[in-house]
């Protein structure tokens, strides 16, 4: 992490029990002892993950949101456990002081409680995560409190789960309604009272969400859930503005490094053909004969002197 000035600014690693602190009591959007808001954002390599914790966001997510982004499948569901383990060992590599959660990949933990200790046992032995993150509501509580009394720290994850998607007719908005708000705030409530130590809401109305996050002791994390969460993630490409095509709603792009990519490499296509690329600044110094003496080569391929 950097200061304004670019000096190197004293690092402070973001804990489970440095996260779960700063819960926005009743909707305050500060807590007792003055924490702000939580900041989550994607990554899947080292690079993009060196680049987040500079900026001191403080949880890198390592989602399995890489099918979409990374992969270009049409879903998260194909992506597996030895894949998450992978990116994030090499997210690991980039990060000093944000706290680096994993997600569960689709039937690496659903099966039974069983299950989801021994995958996430791999996940924080092979893919040097801090905590892992898994779907669903009350049906996964057990999972959940299995986990946790293991030692392993747990986020949840309620409202629209995307390893779902075909139970759910797609990526839909979830909560609306009465009986689905309920739903969710019953979720919500089962998982934390399992252990989670925070919960990300996705694609739920604000209004559900500011209940939720009331309904429960620890953090809630939006996406799409409006800004009365106790912190907020979003997927890096969407952020920076490097998806291509429509993006979500909640979606901000705080940049748009696609475009300016692209016009990079249009330039550098250009310099290549047109021959400006690469200039003698951009090369190394040519070899240079000690000797000033015309050289000949042998029938060996040795080179000597030319007397004459």
Not at 101 to 127: H, I
């Amino acid at each position: 992490m950097y200061t304004a000035n670019g000096a190197q600014a004293a690092l402070r690693k973001v804990t489970v029990p440095a996260i779960r602190s700063r819960k926005a009591w009743l909707g305050k959007r500060e807590s007792a002892d003055g924490a702000t808001p939580i900041s989550m954002v994607t990554a899947y390599d080292y690079t993009m993950a060196r680049l987040v914790d500079e900026a001191g966001v403080d949880m890198v997510l390592v989602g399995d949101s890489l099918g979409m982004v990374v992969q270009g499948l049409a879903n998260t569901i194909p992506v597996t456990l030895e894949e998450i383990c992978y990116h994030g060992r090499a997210v690991a590599r980039g990060v000093q002081r944000a706290h680096i959660v994993g997600d569960m990949p689709f039937l690496s933990y659903q099966v039974s409680p069983v299950q989801a200790v021994e995958s996430a046992g791999r996940m924080l032995k092979e893919g040097a995560f801090e905590s892992v993150k898994l779907e669903g509501g009350e049906p996964f509580a057990e999972h959940v409190h299995r986990l946790v009394r293991a030692g392993i720290p747990v986020v949840g994850h309620v409202g629209l789960t995307p390893q779902s998607v075909h139970a759910l007719g797609g990526f839909k908005v979830q909560g609306r309604g009465d009986d689905a708000a309920e739903q969710v705030i019953r979720d919500a409530r089962a998982i934390e009272a399992a252990g989670a130590f925070c919960i990300v809401l996705e694609a739920i109305p604000p209004d559900v969400a500011e209940r939720v996050t009331e309904a429960v002791s620890v953090p809630t994390i939006g996406i799409g859930a409006g800004a009365a969460c106790d912190g907020q993630v979003l997927v890096c490409t969407d952020l920076l503005g490097l998806s291509r095509g429509p993006s979500p709603k909640f979606a901000k792009r705080f940049a748009e490094l696609g475009d300016a990519a692209v016009a990079a490499f249009r330039e550098y296509v250009r310099d290549v053909q047109s021959g400006e690329f690469p200039s003698p600044e951009h090369a190394y110094k040519p070899n240079r004969v000690s000797d000033s003496a015309p050289r000949a080569e042998t029938a060996s391929g040795s080179v000597v002197p030319i007397r004459r």
